[in-house]
Protein backbone atom coordinates (compact mmCIF):
# COMPACT_ATOMS: atom_id res chain seq x y z
CA UNK A 1 0.00 0.00 0.00
CA UNK A 2 1.10 3.89 0.09
CA UNK A 3 3.43 3.83 2.97
CA UNK A 4 1.18 5.75 5.87
CA UNK A 5 1.81 5.58 9.33
CA UNK A 6 -0.28 3.59 11.76
CA UNK A 7 -0.97 7.34 12.92
CA UNK A 8 -2.16 8.24 9.65
CA UNK A 9 -3.88 4.83 9.81
CA UNK A 10 -5.67 5.22 12.48
CA UNK A 11 -6.21 8.81 11.49
CA UNK A 12 -7.86 7.70 7.92
CA UNK A 13 -10.21 4.82 9.70
CA UNK A 14 -10.76 7.14 12.80
CA UNK A 15 -9.57 4.07 14.68
CA UNK A 16 -7.71 4.49 18.34
CA UNK A 17 -4.00 3.13 18.99
CA UNK A 18 -3.43 0.24 20.53
CA UNK A 19 -0.35 -1.56 22.22
CA UNK A 20 1.45 1.10 19.87
CA UNK A 21 4.89 2.09 20.97
CA UNK A 22 6.09 3.73 17.65
CA UNK A 23 2.72 5.77 15.86
CA UNK A 24 5.04 6.78 13.19
CA UNK A 25 6.12 3.31 12.15
CA UNK A 26 5.71 2.95 8.84
CA UNK A 27 2.94 0.27 7.02
CA UNK A 28 4.70 0.35 3.10
CA UNK A 29 3.80 -3.60 2.98
CA UNK A 30 1.24 -5.32 0.95
CA UNK A 31 -2.34 -5.51 3.57
CA UNK A 32 -3.15 -9.01 4.23
CA UNK A 33 -5.80 -11.11 6.14
CA UNK A 34 -4.38 -14.34 6.37
CA UNK A 35 -1.37 -14.17 8.89
CA UNK A 36 0.80 -16.57 6.77
CA UNK A 37 0.78 -13.91 4.13
CA UNK A 38 2.16 -11.46 6.42
CA UNK A 39 5.92 -9.93 6.15
CA UNK A 40 7.51 -7.21 6.66
CA UNK A 41 6.19 -4.13 6.29
CA UNK A 42 2.64 -5.38 5.94
CA UNK A 43 -0.91 -4.32 7.87
CA UNK A 44 -2.81 -7.38 8.90
CA UNK A 45 -6.33 -7.09 8.88
CA UNK A 46 -8.28 -9.42 11.27
CA UNK A 47 -11.84 -10.76 10.13
CA UNK A 48 -13.82 -12.87 12.14
CA UNK A 49 -15.49 -15.05 9.42
CA UNK A 50 -17.91 -18.15 10.31
CA UNK A 51 -14.88 -20.87 10.47
CA UNK A 52 -12.39 -18.73 11.81
CA UNK A 53 -11.30 -15.39 13.76
CA UNK A 54 -8.41 -13.76 12.57
CA UNK A 55 -7.96 -12.29 15.81
CA UNK A 56 -6.40 -15.50 17.17
CA UNK A 57 -3.63 -15.03 14.47
CA UNK A 58 -2.42 -11.25 14.68
CA UNK A 59 0.53 -11.84 17.15
CA UNK A 60 1.46 -14.71 14.40
CA UNK A 61 1.14 -11.86 11.82
CA UNK A 62 2.96 -9.50 13.92
CA UNK A 63 5.82 -11.97 14.65
CA UNK A 64 6.11 -12.37 10.95
CA UNK A 65 6.46 -8.87 9.89
CA UNK A 66 3.09 -7.43 10.32
CA UNK A 67 3.87 -3.66 11.45
CA UNK A 68 0.31 -3.37 12.96
CA UNK A 69 -2.77 -5.08 12.79
CA UNK A 70 -6.59 -3.62 11.59
CA UNK A 71 -9.25 -4.87 14.29
CA UNK A 72 -12.31 -5.08 15.25
CA UNK A 73 -10.72 -5.53 19.49
CA UNK A 74 -7.60 -5.05 21.08
CA UNK A 75 -5.02 -7.63 20.60
CA UNK A 76 -1.38 -8.61 21.29
CA UNK A 77 0.61 -5.99 19.39
CA UNK A 78 0.12 -2.92 17.74
CA UNK A 79 -3.17 -2.53 16.73
CA UNK A 80 -5.57 0.25 15.09
CA UNK A 81 -8.78 -0.50 17.00
CA UNK A 82 -12.26 0.46 15.02
CA UNK A 83 -15.77 -0.64 15.38
CA UNK A 84 -16.24 -2.52 12.04
CA UNK A 85 -12.94 -4.04 10.17
CA UNK A 86 -15.16 -4.33 7.06
CA UNK A 87 -16.17 -0.53 6.85
CA UNK A 88 -12.95 0.45 8.07
CA UNK A 89 -11.13 -1.48 5.49
CA UNK A 90 -13.42 0.50 2.88
CA UNK A 91 -12.57 3.90 3.66
CA UNK A 92 -8.84 3.16 3.84
CA UNK A 93 -9.29 2.09 0.30
CA UNK A 94 -11.38 4.89 -0.88
CA UNK A 95 -8.65 7.25 0.58
CA UNK A 96 -5.95 4.67 -1.13
CA UNK A 97 -7.51 4.96 -4.52
CA UNK A 98 -8.30 9.22 -4.32
CA UNK A 99 -4.70 9.50 -3.96
CA UNK A 100 -3.80 7.62 -7.00
CA UNK A 101 -4.70 10.30 -9.85
CA UNK A 102 -1.80 9.19 -12.42
CA UNK A 103 -3.43 5.33 -12.00
CA UNK A 104 -6.68 4.28 -14.64
CA UNK A 105 -9.11 2.23 -12.96
CA UNK A 106 -10.53 -0.50 -15.05
CA UNK A 107 -13.43 -2.69 -13.56
CA UNK A 108 -14.07 -6.08 -14.98
CA UNK A 109 -17.69 -8.01 -14.48
CA UNK A 110 -19.92 -10.85 -16.15
CA UNK A 111 -21.28 -13.42 -15.45
CA UNK A 112 -18.50 -16.04 -16.67
CA UNK A 113 -15.25 -15.20 -17.98
CA UNK A 114 -13.95 -12.19 -15.88
CA UNK A 115 -10.61 -14.06 -14.22
CA UNK A 116 -9.63 -15.08 -17.75
CA UNK A 117 -10.41 -11.93 -19.10
CA UNK A 118 -8.63 -10.12 -16.03
CA UNK A 119 -5.57 -12.00 -17.10
CA UNK A 120 -5.51 -11.55 -20.44
CA UNK A 121 -5.86 -7.89 -19.38
CA UNK A 122 -2.45 -7.91 -17.53
CA UNK A 123 -0.37 -9.74 -20.18
CA UNK A 124 -1.39 -7.04 -22.63
CA UNK A 125 -1.47 -3.83 -20.81
CA UNK A 126 1.69 -4.18 -18.96
CA UNK A 127 3.25 -3.73 -22.38
CA UNK A 128 1.96 -0.19 -22.59
CA UNK A 129 2.81 0.38 -18.59
CA UNK A 130 3.06 -0.64 -15.33
CA UNK A 131 -0.09 -3.12 -14.15
CA UNK A 132 -1.50 -4.80 -11.32
CA UNK A 133 -4.28 -6.95 -11.73
CA UNK A 134 -6.58 -8.74 -9.49
CA UNK A 135 -4.85 -11.74 -7.39
CA UNK A 136 -6.79 -14.81 -8.21
CA UNK A 137 -10.68 -14.36 -8.45
CA UNK A 138 -10.63 -11.74 -5.13
CA UNK A 139 -13.18 -9.69 -6.60
CA UNK A 140 -15.58 -9.34 -3.35
CA UNK A 141 -15.86 -6.97 -0.51
CA UNK A 142 -12.77 -7.89 0.94
CA UNK A 143 -10.89 -8.97 -2.37
CA UNK A 144 -11.12 -5.52 -4.29
CA UNK A 145 -9.95 -3.44 -1.49
CA UNK A 146 -7.02 -6.05 -0.69
CA UNK A 147 -6.31 -5.33 -4.78
CA UNK A 148 -6.12 -1.58 -4.42
CA UNK A 149 -4.21 -1.16 -1.48
CA UNK A 150 -1.39 -3.93 -2.64
CA UNK A 151 -0.52 -1.51 -6.05
CA UNK A 152 2.14 0.46 -6.13
CA UNK A 153 1.79 4.22 -6.30
CA UNK A 154 3.52 4.24 -10.03
CA UNK A 155 0.33 2.14 -11.08
CA UNK A 156 -0.90 2.79 -14.71
CA UNK A 157 -3.16 0.29 -15.24
CA UNK A 158 -5.57 -0.92 -12.24
CA UNK A 159 -7.79 -3.88 -13.05
CA UNK A 160 -10.12 -5.24 -10.47
CA UNK A 161 -12.25 -8.05 -11.31
CA UNK A 162 -15.36 -6.96 -9.84
CA UNK A 163 -18.13 -9.95 -8.95
CA UNK A 164 -22.11 -9.23 -7.71
CA UNK A 165 -23.91 -11.92 -5.93
CA UNK A 166 -27.23 -9.39 -5.72
CA UNK A 167 -28.26 -5.98 -6.47
CA UNK A 168 -25.96 -3.48 -4.90
CA UNK A 169 -22.97 -5.37 -4.98
CA UNK A 170 -21.05 -3.22 -7.68
CA UNK A 171 -22.36 -0.22 -6.42
CA UNK A 172 -20.74 -1.27 -3.23
CA UNK A 173 -17.70 -1.56 -5.00
CA UNK A 174 -17.41 1.26 -7.11
CA UNK A 175 -17.98 3.28 -4.56
CA UNK A 176 -14.61 2.34 -3.03
CA UNK A 177 -12.72 3.14 -6.22
CA UNK A 178 -14.16 5.41 -9.04
CA UNK A 179 -13.42 3.64 -12.05
CA UNK A 180 -12.19 5.46 -15.54
CA UNK A 181 -13.71 2.18 -17.80
CA UNK A 182 -16.26 -0.04 -16.66
CA UNK A 183 -16.51 -3.54 -18.72
CA UNK A 184 -19.03 -5.86 -18.96
CA UNK A 185 -19.02 -9.41 -20.73
CA UNK A 186 -21.75 -11.69 -20.26
CA UNK A 187 -25.41 -12.10 -18.37
CA UNK A 188 -25.67 -16.15 -18.00
CA UNK A 189 -27.16 -18.15 -15.32
CA UNK A 190 -24.55 -17.90 -12.47
CA UNK A 191 -25.85 -17.15 -9.37
CA UNK A 192 -29.41 -16.95 -10.35
CA UNK A 193 -30.68 -18.10 -7.71
CA UNK A 194 -29.23 -14.77 -5.26
CA UNK A 195 -30.11 -12.74 -8.14
CA UNK A 196 -33.81 -14.12 -8.97
CA UNK A 197 -33.03 -14.44 -12.85
CA UNK A 198 -31.47 -13.08 -15.93
CA UNK A 199 -32.85 -9.58 -16.23
CA UNK A 200 -31.80 -9.02 -12.33
CA UNK A 201 -28.53 -10.51 -12.97
CA UNK A 202 -28.26 -7.36 -15.53
CA UNK A 203 -29.63 -4.92 -13.37
CA UNK A 204 -27.34 -5.64 -10.91
CA UNK A 205 -24.22 -5.73 -13.73
CA UNK A 206 -25.02 -2.97 -15.00
CA UNK A 207 -24.59 -0.98 -11.83
CA UNK A 208 -20.84 -1.40 -12.98
CA UNK A 209 -21.41 1.09 -15.35
CA UNK A 210 -23.98 3.56 -14.10
CA UNK A 211 -20.79 4.19 -11.94
CA UNK A 212 -19.06 6.21 -14.69
CA UNK A 213 -18.98 9.72 -15.11
CA UNK A 214 -19.23 11.49 -18.10
CA UNK A 215 -15.31 10.96 -18.89
CA UNK A 216 -15.04 7.33 -18.38
CA UNK A 217 -15.82 4.76 -21.06
CA UNK A 218 -18.20 2.06 -21.41
CA UNK A 219 -17.25 -1.46 -22.93
CA UNK A 220 -20.12 -3.95 -23.71
CA UNK A 221 -20.63 -7.09 -25.41
CA UNK A 222 -22.53 -6.04 -28.59
CA UNK A 223 -23.62 -9.93 -28.70
CA UNK A 224 -25.36 -10.26 -25.74
CA UNK A 225 -28.80 -8.13 -25.89
CA UNK A 226 -28.51 -7.23 -22.08
CA UNK A 227 -25.45 -6.01 -21.94
CA UNK A 228 -25.66 -3.84 -25.02
CA UNK A 229 -29.15 -2.17 -23.32
CA UNK A 230 -26.66 -1.41 -20.51
CA UNK A 231 -25.69 1.59 -22.97
CA UNK A 232 -28.92 3.52 -21.43
CA UNK A 233 -27.53 3.31 -17.85
CA UNK A 234 -24.56 5.02 -18.94
CA UNK A 235 -23.64 8.58 -18.57
CA UNK A 236 -20.04 7.90 -20.31
CA UNK A 237 -19.42 7.05 -24.06
CA UNK A 238 -20.12 3.86 -25.05
CA UNK A 239 -17.65 1.52 -27.59
CA UNK A 240 -18.84 -2.17 -28.15
CA UNK A 241 -16.53 -5.48 -28.82
CA UNK A 242 -18.31 -8.86 -30.04
CA UNK A 243 -18.72 -11.12 -33.55
CA UNK A 244 -21.49 -8.61 -34.63
CA UNK A 245 -20.34 -7.03 -37.76
CA UNK A 246 -22.12 -3.88 -36.66
CA UNK A 247 -19.30 -4.24 -32.81
CA UNK A 248 -16.84 -1.37 -33.88
CA UNK A 249 -14.04 -4.07 -31.81
CA UNK A 250 -14.91 -7.29 -33.54
CA UNK A 251 -13.45 -10.99 -34.28
CA UNK A 252 -13.64 -12.40 -38.19
CA UNK A 253 -12.50 -15.33 -39.27
CA UNK A 254 -12.65 -17.42 -36.41
CA UNK A 255 -11.69 -20.83 -36.36
CA UNK A 256 -10.06 -23.35 -34.26
CA UNK A 257 -6.68 -25.51 -34.49
CA UNK A 258 -6.41 -28.97 -33.66
CA UNK A 259 -6.08 -28.50 -30.07
CA UNK A 260 -9.14 -26.60 -30.08
CA UNK A 261 -7.15 -23.17 -29.66
CA UNK A 262 -9.24 -19.98 -31.66
CA UNK A 263 -7.22 -17.97 -34.44
CA UNK A 264 -9.08 -14.64 -35.94
CA UNK A 265 -8.97 -11.44 -37.84
CA UNK A 266 -8.97 -8.30 -34.98
CA UNK A 267 -11.04 -5.84 -35.85
CA UNK A 268 -10.71 -2.06 -34.93
CA UNK A 269 -11.81 1.31 -36.17
CA UNK A 270 -7.47 1.54 -36.87
CA UNK A 271 -7.42 -1.73 -38.50
CA UNK A 272 -6.54 -5.24 -38.52
CA UNK A 273 -4.04 -7.65 -37.48
CA UNK A 274 -4.44 -11.99 -37.00
CA UNK A 275 -4.81 -13.33 -33.58
CA UNK A 276 -3.83 -17.02 -32.67
CA UNK A 277 -5.03 -17.18 -29.03
CA UNK A 278 -3.23 -20.04 -26.96
CA UNK A 279 -5.86 -20.15 -24.95
CA UNK A 280 -8.51 -23.38 -25.34
CA UNK A 281 -12.05 -23.29 -26.62
CA UNK A 282 -14.12 -20.72 -29.02
CA UNK A 283 -15.50 -19.13 -26.15
CA UNK A 284 -12.15 -17.39 -25.35
CA UNK A 285 -12.59 -15.35 -28.53
CA UNK A 286 -15.10 -12.71 -26.47
CA UNK A 287 -12.41 -12.77 -23.71
CA UNK A 288 -9.87 -11.75 -25.90
CA UNK A 289 -12.11 -9.02 -27.68
CA UNK A 290 -13.19 -7.76 -24.30
CA UNK A 291 -9.37 -6.95 -23.67
CA UNK A 292 -8.87 -5.42 -27.03
CA UNK A 293 -11.70 -3.12 -26.80
CA UNK A 294 -10.14 -2.04 -23.52
CA UNK A 295 -6.41 -1.86 -25.09
CA UNK A 296 -7.63 0.25 -27.62
CA UNK A 297 -9.67 2.65 -25.91
CA UNK A 298 -6.26 3.28 -23.92
CA UNK A 299 -4.44 4.17 -27.04
CA UNK A 300 -2.92 1.02 -28.02
CA UNK A 301 -2.31 -0.02 -31.84
CA UNK A 302 -4.13 -3.02 -33.29
CA UNK A 303 -1.07 -4.88 -34.52
CA UNK A 304 0.34 -4.67 -30.43
CA UNK A 305 -2.90 -5.63 -29.28
CA UNK A 306 -3.37 -8.95 -31.69
CA UNK A 307 0.18 -9.62 -30.90
CA UNK A 308 0.04 -9.29 -27.00
CA UNK A 309 -2.89 -11.47 -26.71
CA UNK A 310 -1.46 -14.05 -29.33
CA UNK A 311 1.57 -14.51 -26.62
CA UNK A 312 -0.99 -14.66 -23.53
CA UNK A 313 -1.18 -17.81 -21.79
CA UNK A 314 -3.46 -19.03 -18.92
CA UNK A 315 -2.43 -17.40 -15.65
CA UNK A 316 -4.91 -18.58 -13.04
CA UNK A 317 -5.19 -21.96 -12.08
CA UNK A 318 -7.81 -24.77 -13.22
CA UNK A 319 -8.76 -22.49 -15.72
CA UNK A 320 -8.82 -25.03 -18.74
CA UNK A 321 -5.42 -25.85 -18.58
CA UNK A 322 -4.04 -28.89 -20.40
CA UNK A 323 -2.01 -31.44 -18.41
CA UNK A 324 -0.65 -34.48 -20.76
CA UNK A 325 -0.11 -37.34 -18.41
CA UNK A 326 3.35 -39.81 -19.68
CA UNK A 327 0.57 -42.55 -20.86
CA UNK A 328 -1.36 -40.53 -23.66
CA UNK A 329 -4.01 -38.97 -21.28
CA UNK A 330 -4.78 -35.50 -21.38
CA UNK A 331 -6.54 -33.68 -18.21
CA UNK A 332 -8.51 -30.01 -18.92
CA UNK A 333 -8.16 -28.66 -15.67
CA UNK A 334 -11.31 -26.17 -14.93
CA UNK A 335 -12.43 -26.77 -11.60
CA UNK A 336 -12.06 -23.45 -10.85
CA UNK A 337 -15.77 -22.47 -10.79
CA UNK A 338 -19.05 -23.51 -12.94
CA UNK A 339 -22.08 -21.89 -14.19
CA UNK A 340 -24.64 -23.45 -16.73
CA UNK A 341 -22.51 -20.84 -19.45
CA UNK A 342 -19.10 -22.05 -18.68
CA UNK A 343 -19.98 -25.39 -18.22
CA UNK A 344 -21.55 -25.44 -22.09
CA UNK A 345 -18.29 -23.59 -22.91
CA UNK A 346 -16.02 -26.24 -21.45
CA UNK A 347 -17.72 -29.10 -23.02
CA UNK A 348 -17.61 -27.56 -26.77
CA UNK A 349 -14.09 -27.18 -26.11
CA UNK A 350 -13.60 -30.45 -24.72
CA UNK A 351 -15.48 -31.87 -28.46
CA UNK A 352 -13.49 -29.41 -30.37
CA UNK A 353 -10.14 -31.23 -29.37
CA UNK A 354 -10.89 -34.48 -28.68
CA UNK A 355 -12.00 -34.61 -32.53
CA UNK A 356 -13.16 -37.93 -33.69
CA UNK A 357 -9.60 -39.95 -32.74
CA UNK A 358 -9.84 -39.45 -29.40
CA UNK A 359 -12.63 -40.48 -26.34
CA UNK A 360 -14.07 -37.71 -24.37
CA UNK A 361 -14.37 -37.88 -20.66
CA UNK A 362 -16.12 -34.96 -18.78
CA UNK A 363 -16.07 -35.53 -15.49
CA UNK A 364 -18.83 -33.02 -13.86
CA UNK A 365 -19.10 -31.80 -10.10
CA UNK A 366 -21.82 -29.46 -8.91
CA UNK A 367 -22.81 -26.13 -10.40
CA UNK A 368 -23.74 -23.89 -6.96
CA UNK A 369 -26.05 -20.92 -6.04
CA UNK A 370 -28.22 -21.43 -9.07
CA UNK A 371 -31.40 -22.01 -6.38
CA UNK A 372 -34.60 -23.47 -8.07
CA UNK A 373 -33.62 -24.18 -11.28
CA UNK A 374 -30.43 -26.25 -10.24
CA UNK A 375 -31.88 -29.67 -11.46
CA UNK A 376 -33.06 -28.43 -14.50
CA UNK A 377 -29.49 -26.74 -15.26
CA UNK A 378 -27.62 -30.31 -14.14
CA UNK A 379 -29.92 -32.37 -16.38
CA UNK A 380 -29.72 -29.78 -19.47
CA UNK A 381 -25.44 -30.04 -19.06
CA UNK A 382 -25.57 -33.81 -18.83
CA UNK A 383 -27.96 -33.62 -22.36
CA UNK A 384 -25.93 -31.22 -24.20
CA UNK A 385 -22.65 -33.22 -23.03
CA UNK A 386 -24.06 -36.37 -24.46
CA UNK A 387 -25.66 -34.48 -27.31
CA UNK A 388 -22.35 -32.93 -28.65
CA UNK A 389 -20.79 -36.41 -28.71
CA UNK A 390 -19.04 -36.71 -25.64
CA UNK A 391 -18.41 -40.64 -25.39
CA UNK A 392 -17.97 -40.64 -20.87
CA UNK A 393 -20.04 -38.80 -18.67
CA UNK A 394 -18.66 -39.03 -14.62
CA UNK A 395 -21.23 -37.23 -12.28
CA UNK A 396 -19.89 -37.07 -8.80
CA UNK A 397 -22.04 -36.11 -5.66
CA UNK A 398 -25.86 -36.46 -4.94
CA UNK A 399 -29.19 -35.43 -6.83
CA UNK A 400 -27.33 -32.44 -8.72
CA UNK A 401 -24.66 -35.28 -10.16
CA UNK A 402 -27.46 -37.85 -10.68
CA UNK A 403 -29.43 -35.08 -12.68
CA UNK A 404 -26.41 -34.92 -14.74
CA UNK A 405 -25.88 -38.36 -15.31
CA UNK A 406 -29.40 -38.95 -16.22
CA UNK A 407 -29.49 -36.18 -18.90
CA UNK A 408 -26.21 -37.70 -20.41
CA UNK A 409 -27.55 -40.56 -20.70
CA UNK A 410 -30.67 -40.06 -22.26
CA UNK A 411 -28.93 -38.42 -25.09
CA UNK A 412 -26.43 -41.88 -25.51
CA UNK A 413 -23.49 -41.40 -23.38
CA UNK A 414 -21.66 -44.15 -20.86
CA UNK A 415 -22.39 -42.33 -17.60
CA UNK A 416 -20.86 -43.38 -14.54
CA UNK A 417 -22.08 -41.86 -10.71
CA UNK A 418 -19.98 -41.37 -8.31
CA UNK A 419 -20.40 -40.39 -4.51
CA UNK A 420 -17.65 -38.09 -4.25
CA UNK A 421 -13.78 -37.36 -5.24
CA UNK A 422 -11.94 -40.59 -3.77
CA UNK A 423 -14.76 -42.46 -5.20
CA UNK A 424 -14.33 -40.99 -8.88
CA UNK A 425 -10.21 -41.38 -8.59
CA UNK A 426 -10.89 -45.00 -8.34
CA UNK A 427 -13.24 -45.23 -11.09
CA UNK A 428 -11.49 -43.23 -13.49
CA UNK A 429 -7.90 -45.19 -12.84
CA UNK A 430 -9.60 -48.02 -13.50
CA UNK A 431 -11.64 -46.23 -16.60
CA UNK A 432 -8.90 -44.11 -18.66
CA UNK A 433 -6.66 -45.78 -21.11
CA UNK A 434 -4.16 -44.14 -23.41
CA UNK A 435 -5.37 -41.35 -25.88
CA UNK A 436 -8.25 -40.33 -23.35
CA UNK A 437 -9.33 -36.52 -23.05
CA UNK A 438 -10.87 -36.04 -19.75
CA UNK A 439 -12.12 -32.64 -18.56
CA UNK A 440 -12.47 -31.93 -14.70
CA UNK A 441 -15.29 -28.79 -14.08
CA UNK A 442 -17.26 -27.95 -10.83
CA UNK A 443 -18.14 -24.92 -8.63
CA UNK A 444 -14.78 -24.54 -6.79
CA UNK A 445 -16.56 -25.74 -3.22
CA UNK A 446 -17.14 -28.98 -4.97
CA UNK A 447 -13.46 -29.57 -4.34
CA UNK A 448 -12.42 -31.17 -7.59
CA UNK A 449 -8.87 -29.42 -7.93
CA UNK A 450 -7.86 -32.14 -5.36
CA UNK A 451 -9.54 -34.88 -8.17
CA UNK A 452 -7.36 -33.04 -10.91
CA UNK A 453 -4.22 -33.45 -8.56
CA UNK A 454 -5.07 -37.11 -7.95
CA UNK A 455 -5.15 -37.76 -11.86
CA UNK A 456 -2.21 -36.37 -12.46
CA UNK A 457 -0.11 -38.10 -9.36
CA UNK A 458 1.68 -41.09 -10.71
CA UNK A 459 -0.59 -43.41 -8.42
CA UNK A 460 -3.06 -42.84 -11.15
CA UNK A 461 -0.86 -43.68 -14.00
CA UNK A 462 1.17 -40.78 -14.97
Wanted: net charge negative; charged share 15%.
Amino acid sequence: MLPMSLAQIAQVVQGRLHQVPDPDAVVAGPTVIDSRQARDGCLFVAFVGDQVDGHDFASAAVAAGAVGVLASRPVAGPTIVVPNVLDALRTLTSWTAQKMPGTTCIGVTGSSGKTSTKDLLGQVLCRSGSTIVTAGSQNNEIGVPLTVLGAPSDTEYLVLEMGARGIGHLSYLTGMVPLDVSLVLNVGSAHAGEFGGREATAQAKGELVEALSSDGTALLNLDDPLVAAMASRSKAPVTYFGCSPQAPIRAENVALDERGRPRFDLITPAGNAPVTLQLLGVHQVSNALATAAVAYTLGMGTAEIADALSCAVATTGSRMQLHERDDGVTVIDDAYNANPDSMAAALRALTSVGGADRRTVAVIGEMRELGAESPAEHRAVGELAGGLGVEVVVGIGGVEAGQVVAGAAAKGAVTHLTADRGAAADLLAGLLKPGDLVLVKASLGAGLQALVRDLLDESTGR
